[in-house]
């Protein structure tokens, strides 16, 4: 597919099976963000215009546009429900927005809020942000729980998909891994470390993994006992992923994957590749393996029983972020200050 004609602004509904796209009528200037709806019909897409568009995944049909947005919009995510859009705001606050109304029922204001996580039982929203880490209650918009921290970097939050561990960390100088109980506010684990640039719950939500500048590790959250760590030594640790079946954690740094069983943390499988390995995920069936070939400036989608690709897709800039949909229909991507394009998930070929 030849990616020299897309337009700036425009949004893409790409067919696998066809191998085509198609261009919607988008945004009037930079595509930021996309979130898909819980049953994946529809997905929204927000721009540097101010306005979120809603899309029909299955023929890319523009079904709404929500405007009155007073500031650029960051980042936006579905709560799952549906009921909901969390928006973040380049002023860095975060506002909800009722998906159906159309309409804005609470704010919550902090000084430079860097990042937010919705709760699976979307009755909370993690923040971190300049000073403190905060668990907000999303009816009330009462602030739960506070923690403050030492640096003024936050790097990321997350929460455990049952929903009982919130997890933030910081930025160096001071890189430490904060691991609380959502529902007490407890601090149960601080962890420093070298640099932790991305972290991650398994689908049980028994381990947390952090992926480092030199080495990846997966910990036991109630024993607090490592059970693998992986060193690269004089390689870069570029990140991991585990399998949403629960069978498998994947690491990866440069052209080297590595599958681990996470039923006893033995080593798989290793796959060396001839090209590098930028950004990695599973697809929601845990049958492919899909990631950033930034060598090859393409999305490689590769199955993981065959060990073949199943799909490939040109890429016009470096470093995109993508990520399925919750119902695992829809792949979605995002190219920098190009596009959003919306992909059906291919099969095996």
Do not use: C
Not at 160 to 172: I, K, L, N, Q
Not at 223 to 249: C, E, Q, T, W
Not at 286 to 299: A, F, L, T
């Amino acid at each position: 597919m030849d990616n020299s004609n897309r337009i700036y602004g425009r949004v893409y509904l790409h067919d696998l099976s066809e191998e085509t796209f198609v261009q919607l009528e988008g945004h009037g200037s930079r595509v930021i963000g996309a979130s898909a709806s819980s049953d994946g019909s529809n997905f929204v897409t927000t721009s540097q215009d101010g306005k979120v568009k809603i899309w029909d995944s299955r023929d890319g049909t523009l079904l709404d546009v929500i405007d009155g947005f007073f500031a650029e919009i960051r980042d936006l995510e579905f709560t799952n429900d549906g009921a909901y859009l969390v928006v973040r705001y380049a002023d860095q606050s975060l506002v909800l927005w009722d998906y159906v109304l159309g309409t804005k029922q609470k704010t919550i204001t902090l000084d430079e809020i860097y990042d937010f996580v919705v709760f699976p039982n979307n009755d909370k929203v993690g923040t971190g942000s300049n000073l403190e880490f905060n668990i907000w209650d999303i009816n009330t918009q009462e602030k739960l729980f506070s923690f403050e921290h030492q640096t003024n970097l936050i790097k990321e939050v997350a929460i455990s998909p049952d929903g009982r561990y919130f997890v933030g960390s910081t930025a160096p100088p001071v890189s430490v891994l904060y691991i609380w109980d959502a529902d007490t506010g407890a601090l149960l684990d601080k962890l420093g470390q070298s640099f932790v640039s991305d972290i991650g719950f398994s689908p049980d939500s028994k381990i947390v993994g952090i992926t480092t500048n030199t080495y990846i590790s997966f910990t036991d959250i109630s024993s607090k006992r490592v059970l693998r760590k992986v060193n690269y030594n004089s390689k870069i640790a570029n990140g991991f992923a585990f399998s949403p079946d629960g069978k498998y954690a994947a690491t990866y740094t440069d052209s080297l994957l590595s599958l681990w069983n996470y039923e006893d943390w033995s080593l798989a499988s290793n796959y060396e590749f001839d090209h590098p390995i930028v950004r990695l995920t599973f697809s929601p069936d845990s049958s492919m393996i899909v990631y950033h070939d930034n060598e090859g400036r393409r999305m490689v989608f590769w199955d993981i029983s065959s060990e073949k690709e199943v799909y490939e897709m040109p890429l016009t800039y470096t470093f995109p972020t993508f990520k399925f949909s919750p119902d695992g229909k829809f792949f979605a991507l995002e190219e920098g200050n190009s596009s959003i394009t919306l992909l059906g998930i291919p099969t095996s070929r």
